[in-house]
């Protein structure tokens, strides 16, 4: 059950499914807010893992394109710590990641600290940014060194800066009780002020699917946002069931694109636990056979799972932020235009960020040049920027797609931008764009 075919054009079987996505491009559903999905505008990250400093300016999608090791999932990491720091605990988070020993760079240099800056834009408009960098401590401790945050620019809006704990400067009067060995704007998310950018933040959503957990039953969950590896996607189709049938329909037609045997796919309650079950068209069969997740391939579940991060969600409450590791794992060639139309889809209300070495993902004579970042490692350091000249020229002028360029070690990044990047870029305050 649950092979994974990957084709886009199977002859007598469901001859619409393949027009689903020329339909989309010309009759878009009412999926996605006419707002704009970008929320992160630009991410400064330093000393973090094998990132020694990095300037990345994001979009409503990009890619972000690069061999193993090159370090595209530590870019990824990086707003994920964010994220993890802020539901749970910064203590938890870099546990987590093995300790602090772990998350700084590892360098001749022997830097003691990392920091990241989040440059940003609210659903209502307003701009602003959100840093900290965590330093370590003789004890083997660490601290929070400087955090600050500002909508609309320091003087115009709400903001704060806080050295080691203590209050440097504020626009409000009350301000809750602070330690130096967590991040402040959790207990500031209890003031009006600064909820908008705590609910953004935390809404980010960031995937490395497992099929193997999606496999097994699964204890009853919040079904609002699927958890990174699908630990929870049963309570999440059942949600979608309930609250955003129309999103669900939108998974369910993708999914049979990629794998054209599968006409559903529902929650299934097995006593105290729950599972998916899928609904597979067999030959000779009058009605559609059920299959629960433990019989489905990896394929078909990391599928589901891609389709399911990217459309979760009431259309309206959508995650600000979609990262998602290798979407193309365990997928046919084959489904790989119908995977980049999900992407694209999806990107109209979510922003969106991939991680990808799949020259067969990126071989799309149509992809924007301006959505792929190359990220490729030097001397043990990763550097990201945009693609250089001559790339760009090819993609543009449909001389090749990129990924023939991946395959022929053509995807370069941007030299000038490279260079510019070695001029070390402040984590705080107002900085030139």
């Given at each position: 059950?649950?092979?994974?075919?990957?084709?886009?054009?199977?002859?007598?079987?469901?001859?619409?499914?393949?027009?689903?996505?020329?339909?989309?491009?010309?009759?878009?559903?009412?999926?996605?807010?006419?707002?704009?999905?970008?929320?992160?505008?630009?991410?400064v990250?330093?000393?973090?893992r094998?990132?020694?400093?990095?300037?990345?300016?994001?979009?409503?999608?990009?890619?972000?394109?690069?061999?193993?090791?090159?370090?595209?999932?530590?870019?990824?990491?990086?707003?994920?710590?964010?994220?993890?720091?802020?539901?749970?605990?910064?203590?938890?988070?870099?546990?987590?990641?093995?300790?602090?020993?772990?998350?700084?760079?590892?360098?001749?240099?022997?830097?003691?600290?990392?920091?990241?800056?989040?440059?940003?834009?609210?659903?209502?408009?307003?701009?602003?940014?959100?840093?900290?960098?965590v330093?370590?401590?003789?004890?083997?401790g660490?601290?929070?060194?400087n955090?600050?945050?500002?909508?609309?620019?320091?003087?115009?809006?709400?903001?704060?800066?806080?050295?080691?704990?203590?209050?440097?400067?504020s626009s409000?009067?009350?301000?809750?009780?602070?330690?130096?060995?967590?991040?402040?704007?959790?207990?500031?998310?209890?003031?009006?002020?600064?909820?908008?950018?705590?609910?953004?933040?935390?809404?980010?959503?960031?995937?490395?699917?497992?099929?193997?957990?999606?496999?097994?039953?699964?204890?009853?969950?919040?079904?609002?946002?699927?958890?990174?590896?699908?630990?929870?996607?049963?309570?999440?189709?059942?949600?979608?069931?309930?609250?955003?049938?129309?999103?669900?329909?939108?998974?369910?037609?993708y999914?049979?694109?990629?794998?054209?045997?599968?006409?559903?796919?529902?929650?299934?309650?097995?006593?105290?636990?729950?599972?998916?079950?899928?609904?597979?068209?067999?030959?000779?069969?009058?009605?559609?056979?059920r299959?629960?997740?433990?019989?489905?391939?990896?394929?078909t579940?990391?599928?589901?799972?891609?389709?399911?991060?990217?459309?979760?969600?009431?259309?309206?409450?959508?995650?600000?932020?979609?990262?998602?590791?290798?979407?193309?794992?365990?997928?046919?060639?084959?489904?790989?235009?119908?995977?980049?139309?999900?992407?694209?889809?999806?990107?109209?209300?979510?922003?969106i960020?991939?991680?990808?070495?799949?020259?067969?993902?990126?071989?799309?004579?149509?992809?924007n040049?301006?959505?792929?970042?190359?990220?490729?490692?030097?001397?043990?350091?990763?550097?990201?920027?945009?693609?250089?000249?001559?790339?760009?020229?090819?993609?543009?002028?449909?001389l090749?797609?990129?990924?023939?360029?991946?395959?022929?070690?053509?995807?370069a990044?941007?030299p000038?931008?490279?260079?510019?990047?070695?001029?070390q870029?402040?984590?705080?305050?107002?900085?030139?764009?």
């Amino acid at each position: 059950a649950g092979d994974d075919a990957g084709q886009l054009h199977r002859p007598g079987h469901r001859a619409g499914a393949a027009h689903l996505i020329v339909r989309q491009r010309t009759e878009p559903r009412t999926i996605h807010s006419m707002t704009s999905p970008i929320f992160l505008t630009r991410v400064v990250l330093r000393n973090y893992r094998s990132i020694g400093q990095c300037d990345v300016r994001l979009g409503a999608l990009t890619y972000l394109v690069g061999a193993n090791g090159s370090g595209k999932s530590n870019f990824m990491d990086a707003l994920h710590l964010v994220r993890d720091a802020l539901t749970g605990s910064l203590d938890i988070a870099l546990n987590e990641r093995g300790g602090l020993s772990e998350v700084r760079r590892r360098s001749s240099g022997h830097p003691t600290n990392f920091g990241i800056r989040l440059e940003f834009r609210l659903r209502d408009g307003q701009t602003g940014h959100y840093a900290f960098n965590v330093g370590a401590l003789a004890d083997r401790g660490y601290e929070v060194q400087n955090e600050e945050c500002s909508v609309g620019g320091k003087g115009h809006g709400p903001h704060f800066e806080i050295e080691r704990g203590r209050i440097k400067t504020s626009s409000e009067d009350f301000f809750p009780a602070i330690t130096s060995d967590r991040l402040a704007l959790v207990s500031l998310s209890g003031l009006k002020a600064f909820r908008p950018v705590f609910d953004a933040l935390t809404g980010m959503g960031f995937y490395n699917l497992n099929p193997k957990v999606m496999r097994d039953p699964q204890k009853p969950q919040d079904g609002r946002l699927l958890k990174p590896v699908g630990e929870n996607i049963a309570s999440v189709i059942g949600h979608l069931e309930r609250t955003s049938p129309d999103s669900l329909a939108l998974i369910q037609e993708y999914l049979q694109i990629v794998v054209p045997m599968i006409e559903g796919v529902e929650r299934k309650q097995i006593g105290p636990m729950e599972t998916l079950e899928f609904r597979q068209s067999m030959a000779g069969a009058k009605h559609p056979w059920r299959f629960t997740a433990q019989n489905m391939s990896d394929g078909t579940l990391r599928a589901l799972g891609v389709l399911t991060a990217l459309f979760q969600g009431n259309p309206d409450h959508a995650p600000t932020l979609i990262g998602i590791e290798e979407p193309e794992t365990a997928l046919h060639p084959a489904a790989s235009r119908a995977l980049r139309d999900a992407l694209n889809r999806a990107s109209l209300r979510t922003q969106i960020i991939v991680t990808s070495h799949s020259p067969d993902l990126m071989d799309d004579p149509d992809l924007n040049a301006d959505t792929v970042r190359a990220v490729v490692s030097e001397g043990s350091e990763t550097r990201i920027a945009p693609l250089d000249t001559s790339s760009k020229d090819a993609m543009k002028q449909h001389l090749f797609s990129a990924g023939e360029l991946l395959r022929l070690n053509q995807l370069a990044p941007d030299p000038e931008s490279l260079l510019a990047q070695q001029r070390q870029v402040s984590l705080f305050g107002e900085i030139a764009p």
